[in-house]
Nanobody
Framework: QVQLVESGGGLVQAGGSLRLSCTAS????????RGWFRQAPGKEREFVAA????????YYSDSVKGRFTISRDNAKNTVYLQMNSLNPEDTAVYYC?????????????????WGQGTRVTAAS
């Protein structure tokens, strides 16, 4: 099992930026992919971005493409989500996820571990 801890959430004005971090521990070699999901009040948890830890190949949802960037630092077992041009629709709790083996975590079925979540609020 991989343990994930997120940090970096907070309150920002619309148009602003935040960077989230997700640090892994435990059986990190059991998962070769990481992802970010978010869940807004009253809505389903949705995919945001994912990355492969080896090649660094990235995947994004259409709603964040061009504004958010996912990256990794394997030496620190950490994945980042740089969020620019935030708007109120981005307000949610953001969760880091570890994929099952080589699976790209784009749905709940592909996720083996979740972080506890970090809240992001973009005020208008």
């Amino acid at each position: 099992q991989v343990q994930l801890v997120e940090s970096g959430g907070g309150l920002v004005q619309a148009g602003g930026s935040l960077r989230l971090s997700c640090t892994a521990s435990g059986r990190t070699l059991s998962s070769y992919t990481r992802g970010w999901f978010r869940q807004a009040p009253g809505k389903e948890r949705e995919f945001v971005a994912a990355i492969t830890l080896t090649a660094g190949t990235t995947y994004y949802s259409d709603s964040v493409k061009g504004r958010f960037t996912i990256s990794r630092d394997n030496a620190k077992n950490t994945v980042y989500l740089q969020m620019n041009s935030l708007n109120p629709e981005d307000t949610a709790v953001y969760y880091c996820a570890a994929g099952k083996g080589w699976a790209i975590p784009r749905s709940r079925a592909d996720v083996s571990s979740w972080g506890q979540g970090t809240r992001v609020t973009a005020a208008s």
